[in-house]
Structure formats: structure tokens, C-alpha cells
């Protein structure tokens, strides 16, 4: 086997970042390219006196709003191995997006407010992984505020999310005044000298913890108190386990500042040391490792317009298995037909360059001309190869939806058809109705916001929107299944999803147990996956 392949492989690490809102996803992801040489100066989110805007949040309404509303995708070198990080939203009305893209992360980093604690999206975002059974290492950030004590938040993580917690260091200073940290692994102290407000490299001032003139640096009282606090760790602490943080069980835990940089650096070494390379996926066949020959890999994300010069249209790929090499020929399993991949970009967030080759873990972007769907696996030697399907949330919230000018009927539609593609919405029409209409459905209502500004922006349309009472759906598993037949009830509406399936919105939730009783042999999922075949 190639041995440079193999080293290609080995050097991977691709992961997710998730947290609540506002809790510095963002500013920390910057501030691991700031590290990787791949920006030479951060810029806040928040910064708008200067219109300086994350890299990472590359969309004009992420820039207006100072939010993240879709993923980005970013890959830089450090010490020796390719970083692929995919930034998620932070906000819970785009959490499918989020959900999607933690299917191509191999592990997860969860930034905490150490303020805030453990918040209601950062639950639901935790579960996602727990459920797939990534590693989740924490990051504590804010230390340079005044925030909750370090004991308290370690005891809310293990009782909130259930997974213990290990402490991979420890801070000094936690009422606004954070001076550094107690490293554990190499049992030394890390002081730190601000980078210019986070903007620079922070320089290191490393002590040992017996140094005689620690006492005078850090003062006697916060000397004292950390000596006591990293006794009691060592003693009363956990023992730390690899293979648990490997199985989803541990989370390690690291205190620091994104916003000034402390601590992210002993982080980002430390993580990558913790790591493994890309690992096998399941597929219809069993599991595929990275290291097979033919290239294959599934598309986990669309994005129209992410250069409004050109209205172009990116479908974002993980690769599992082989090399990728550009200009090659693959098979889409859901059609059949070979394809040949002439454009293949990675990125750095809205910058791009056309990449020759890459490796399992890696993620790059292809042209699409509205060949690819969510979730279609591509495959150099085997058409018949299937990953698994990514799952389709279900919508809180519907609107029906029309043009204003009837004369911009085929942007419309063309905006409509894509945005669905992309998943940035669900598009449901009722069933022999026999006119057109359109029913949209988003998991947060800020959705909707998004979809008319780009509606209006990217494809010159406004709508109507008209708000449903409908809050719930379900997908319809039935054999024989026909719309005429079945028994609904008064709050509900049968309608089909964008490939066809049938599913039924409804207003109250108590409806769902009423309608599995009216028509026999019928499940309803509230869920939608299609098995493995």
C-alpha cells in the first residue's frame, strides 16, 4: 500500500464545534486559523466599529446580524496534521444544519460560557453526539469575565449531560481576573501575556508549580488557593481514560479565553493528541475503512450562491475511503450515472482554491449543477455502495408561501426547489389538490427570515408568507397507502415531502395517537430515514 497514503490519512483530524448561542463558537474557531498560520490577524464577530466580521461567517445576513446561520468548512495545517473544522450555528432555529453536518465530523468540540454553563441548545446539540458516539472534548471559555466556579461547572456537566469530565487543566483566576493555567499533563504553570486584545499569538510564561517566586507572580492568596485545588483534583478526581473519551463517555476539559487567546493553544496540541485519524464508516456493504483504495464519500451539505457573483452552487463531500484526485469519475448510487468532478475546492471559509487531490476526513466542495441530493454517496468503483442516509428533521414551524409578482413565478420556483436541496428548508405540497401551492416548514422560526431575504436577494423575488397553526408531522409508513382513504383528523393536513413521501402536519400532538387508532397498520415517524438497502 502507498505509504505517502497512509501518512495522508494518518495526519487527518476533522471536526465539529457546537455550543449555545453567543458562547464564542466562532471567535474560537478563528482563533485555532490564527494559530495555524491560515489568518494572520483575528477580527471579532462583534467587532463592527472596524466592520471587521469572523472569517467563518461568510453569508451578508451573518455579517448584518453578527450570528452563524449556516456551516462553514475550514482546513488548515498545524504541527504537523490537516485540520478540517466545520463551524456550525449556534442558533437553535438553524440546529439542522448543525445536525447534518456533526455526520461528517469524526469528533466534536464543545464550547461553554463559563457564565452560562450548560444551555439548552448545547444539550440538544451533546445529544446528537452522544448519540453517534463521537468524542466531545469542552472548552470553558470567557475566563478572562467573571464566570461560575470551575468545581460547579464540572459538576453541571456531569449532571446536566451526563458524561464525566476531566479536567486537563485547571484556571488561575476565575472572577475576571484570569492569569492563566495549571496544566495537568505537564504539571506546570501557564501564564499568559495578551496577545493584543486576541489578535496575536499569545506569548507563554511557563512556571513549575514548586517555582519559589510563583507565590509573588500570582500573589500569595491565589498561589495558596490553586495549590488546594489541584491537590483536591489529584486525589478526589477521576482517573483519566482514553478509551472512554473515544466512546463518548469522558470529555475532557479545558479552561481559557478565545476572545485573548489563553489556553488555546495548549488546547489545539493537546486535542490532537487525543485524536485519531478519520476511522471506518458504515455503509449497505459494513464498514468501510479510510484506508481502501476506492475513493468514495457522501454529500452531507448544499449551498447555493455562496459567491453571489456567480450564483454558483457547492455540494459538500466527506471523504471515507481512497484518493481523490481532481478530474475524476465517480458513481452517484442514487442514479447510477458516473460523474466527473472537474472543480473540487476546499476552503477557508468564502475563500476557495481548486485542490488536485485529498484524503479520508477531508472535505471539499463540488460544482454542482443540480446533479447531487443530501446524503448521495459517491464511489469510484462501486455504483451499488451506500452510506447512511443523513436523517430529516422534523419542522416546528409552516408558512404557505407564494410570490408577490406572478410574472417572477420561475425564480420562484427555482429558489424554492434549491434552498430545499441545500436543506436550509422542507418544501410540502398537499396531494391532488390541483392547484399549486407551497407549504414550508423550518425547525426555527428565523428561518423564514432567511429564506425571504434570500429569496429577495439571491433570486430577485418577495413573497407572501402566510403563518399555519400546524406545529408537528409525522412521515407516513403505511402499505397501500392512499391520501383519498385515510382517516385524519380536523387539525391535520395530509401532505408529501419534496421526493414524494408522505407525511401529515398537525396543530396538537395528542392527534398523532388518534390517527395511528383510525387507519390500521399505519407508523408514524417523526423522524425520516430511509433503512440501508
Known sequence: MDKNFIKEINKR?????????????????????????????AGSVKSRKTQKHA??????????????????????????????ILDTPGHQDFSEDTYRTLTAADSAVMVIDCAKGVEPQTKKLFRVCKDRNIPIFTFINKLDRAGKDPFELMEEIE???????????????TDGDFKGVYNRQKKRIELYQDGDHGQNIAKIVSK????????????????????DEVELLDMAGDDFDHDKVQNGELTPLFFGSAMTNFGVEPFLESFLKLTYKPEARNSNQGLIPPEDPNFSGFIFKIQANMNPAH????????????????????????????????????????????????????IIGLHDPGLFKISDTLSEADP?????????????????IIPKNSMKRKQFLKGIQQLAEEGAIQVFKRPNIGIEEYIVGVVGV?????????????????????????????????????????NATMDSM?????????????????SIGKIEDRNTGVVLKDIYKKDLD
Open 13 to 41: 483530524r476533522t471536526f465539529a464545534i457546537i455550543s449555545h448561542p453567543d458562547a464564542g463558537k466562532t471567535t474560537l474557531t478563528e482563533k485555532f486559523l490564527l494559530y495555524g498560520g491560515a489568518i494572520r490577524l
Open 55 to 84: 472569517v467563518s461567517d461568510w453569508m451578508e445576513i451573518e455579517k448584518q446580524r453578527g450570528i452563524s446561520v449556516t456551516s462553514s468548512v475550514m482546513q488548515f495545517n498545524y504541527d504537523g496534521a490537516c485540520i478540517n
Open 159 to 173: 449532571k446536566v449531560l451526563g458524561i464525566q469530565s476531566y479536567p486537563m487543566n485547571w484556571p488561575i483566576g
Open 208 to 227: 513549575d508549580l514548586d517555582d519559589e517566586g510563583l507565590a509573588d507572580i500570582l500573589g500569595a492568596d491565589y498561589y495558596q488557593r490553586l495549590k
Open 311 to 362: 450564483r454558483d452552487r457547492l455540494a459538500f463531500i466527506r471523504i471515507c475511503s481512497g484518493k481523490f484526485e481532481k478530474g475524476m469519475s465517480v458513481y452517484n448510487s442514487r442514479t447510477g450515472k458516473k460523474i466527473r468532478l472537474a472543480q473540487p475546492q476546499q476552503f477557508l471559509a468564502q475563500d476557495r482554491e481548486i485542490v488536485d487531490t485529498a484524503y479520508p476526513g477531508d
Open 384 to 400: 451499488s455502495l451506500k452510506y447512511e442516509k443523513i436523517p430529516v428533521f422534523p419542522p416546528e414551524h409552516f408558512s404557505k
Open 446 to 486: 428565523l428561518q423564514f427570515q432567511v429564506l425571504e431575504y434570500r429569496l429577495k436577494n439571491e433570486y430577485s423575488v418577495d413573497i407572501i408568507m402566510e403563518s399555519m397553526p400546524h406545529r408537528y408531522i409525522r412521515w407516513i409508513e403505511m402499505e397501500g397507502y392512499d391520501p383519498d382513504r385515510f
Open 494 to 510: 395530509l401532505v408529501e415531502d419534496h421526493e414524494g413521501n408522505p407525511a401529515i402536519i398537525l396543530q396538537n400532538e395528542w
